[in-house]
T-cell receptor, first 113, second 113 residues
């Protein structure tokens, strides 16, 4: 399977701080990049997607993509305790055209009140 | 507007039995994906289906596992002669197109005793 690498964490940040989550991927043909949030015992939910190099902002979340470096990141501003979850990076399979997503193992984020 | 429906939520099977997991995609979604998640691990891609077709089954074990998505009815992931190592959470996801983010179901937690 394609490699999608994330630091497993845990990453701890104080409430109100910026949380920075990073992801690298191996498939240079990948075109679509997604961030999912998964609470313990629950299913993943989509929070951000990005297709083009640069930044994309949505509320407190900013996704950053650098295809040359094969790197995608997620910034969470003004972190809240409710943001405590595992964040999964997902990258589409770009070579065969099937375009199914491959996921990293996730980074566990804890926001300390 | 029901989301992705998976059933059963929990399934217990004895070694050697068959497990049958069902997934009904969101309305308007014709692309279905199955993933397996072991405790403290990421989502592992298994199979990608579109109505009546298997698009990519590269993540599916060669033996005992099969999947279908018939013209009518839900997608089925079938595991024959289950073993303890099959115990995991199995998530189904759907999308409108292969380039969109996925919507996940609540998962089926399979326990093999």
């Amino acid at each position: 399977q394609k490699e999608v690498e994330q630091n497993s964490g845990p990453l701890s940040v104080p409430e109100g701080a910026i949380a920075s989550l990073n992801c690298t991927y191996s498939d240079r043909g990948s075109q679509s990049f997604f961030w999912y949030r998964q609470y313990s015992g629950k299913s993943p939910e989509l929070i951000m997607f990005i297709y083009s190099n640069g930044d994309k902002e949505d509320g407190r979340f900013t996704a950053q993509l650098n295809k040359a470096s094969q790197y995608v990141s997620l910034l969470i501003r003004d972190s809240q305790p409710s943001d405590s979850a595992t964040y999964l990076c997902a990258v589409n399979e770009g070579q065969t055209g099937a375009n199914n997503l491959f996921f990293g193992t996730g980074t566990r984020l804890t926001v300390i009140p | 507007n029901a989301g992705v429906m998976q059933n059963p939520r929990h399934l217990v099977r004895r070694r050697g039995q068959e497990a049958r997991l069902r997934c009904s995609p969101m309305k308007g979604h014709s692309h279905v994906y199955w993933y397996r998640q072991l405790p403290e691990e990421g989502l592992k891609f298994m199979v990608y289906l579109q109505k009546e077709n298997i698009i990519d089954e590269s993540g599916m074990p060669k033996e005992r596992f099969s999947a279908e998505f018939p013209k009518e009815g839900p997608s089925i992931l079938r595991i024959q002669q289950v073993v303890r190592g099959d115990s995991a959470a199995y998530f189904c996801a759907s999308s409108r197109s292969p380039f969109d983010g996925y919507t996940f179901g609540s998962g089926t937690r399979l326990t093999v005793v």
